[in-house]
T-cell receptor, first 113, second 114 residues
Framework: NAGVTQTPKFQVLKTGQSMTLQCAQD?????MYWYRQDPGMGLRLIYY???????DKGEVPNGYNVSRLNKREFSLRLESAAPSQTSVYFC????????????FGDGTRLSIL | AQTVTQSQPEMSVQEAETVTLSCTYD???????LFWYKQPPSRQMILVIR??????QNATENRFSVNFQKAAKSFSLKISDSQLGDAAMYFC???????????FGAGTRLTVKP
């Protein structure tokens, strides 16, 4: 009954370092998403993948890349981390059907010094 | 651009009483979905309730219900018989039909007083 699993849960990076956040879902969902959550701003969409092999930019894609490795896995990469990318990152997935809600992972708290 | 506004950064309610959290949204679309998510201190995002815009009947899930006013673009959440476990951040979210881009409000922090 895992749902959406994110790793790691916490990470501290230095400015300029690279990092990949991993996400996997076991619900056979087609769509997957990456969000960032900053204080007072709710969640903002970084990238999403409507199906295996496709990715699209969301509201705040700059400084990030993604890979939809297969149907289960969707990774988020920071090539050169900046302090402005300090945030909590959430991965989510959604099944087929317009009214299907997104199911979220537990988040990754990322701090960039 | 779609925007979601939660005008109450913080709310408090006495245990066993009722509280209403406000949400308004801006859209030119006619087919869309609205959601309320709860985020307790554990950080997990939990779906509370959802509403399809084409349905006139307000959604209800146990102690949680919504007041959906499509013309006013308003989607408020009512929590009845509040419990200590209801204390959390509550986020209103909006998504256009057949679109993957979901927009969230900034959240309302709900405190439940014993």
């Amino acid at each position: 009954n895992a749902g959406v699993t994110q790793t790691p849960k916490f990470q501290v990076l230095k400015t300029g370092q690279s990092m990949t956040l991993q996400c996997a879902q076991d619900m056979n969902h087609n769509s997957m998403y990456w969000y960032r959550q900053d204080p007072g701003m709710g969640l903002r969409l970084i990238y999403y993948s409507a199906s295996e092999g496709t990715t699209d930019k969301g509201e705040v894609p700059n400084g990030y890349n993604v890979s939809r490795l297969n149907k289960r896995e969707f990774s988020l990469r920071l090539e050169s981390a900046a302090p402005s990318q300090t945030s909590v990152y959430f991965c989510a997935s959604r099944g087929f059907g317009g009214n299907q809600p997104q199911h979220f992972g537990d988040g990754t708290r990322l701090s960039i010094l | 651009a779609q925007t979601v506004t939660q005008s109450q950064p913080e709310m408090s309610v006495q245990e066993a009483e009722t509280v209403t959290l406000s949400c308004t949204y801006d859209t030119s679309e006619s087919d869309y979905y609205l959601f309320w998510y709860k985020q307790p201190p554990s950080r997990q995002m939990i779906l509370v309730i959802r509403q399809e815009a084409y349905k006139q009947q307000n959604a209800t899930e146990n102690r949680f219900s919504v007041n959906f006013q499509k013309a006013a673009k308003s989607f408020s959440l009512k929590i009845s018989d509040s419990q200590l476990g209801d204390a959390a951040m509550y986020f209103c979210a909006y998504r256009i039909y057949n679109n993957n881009d979901m927009r969230f409000g900034a959240g309302t922090r709900l405190t439940v007083k014993p």
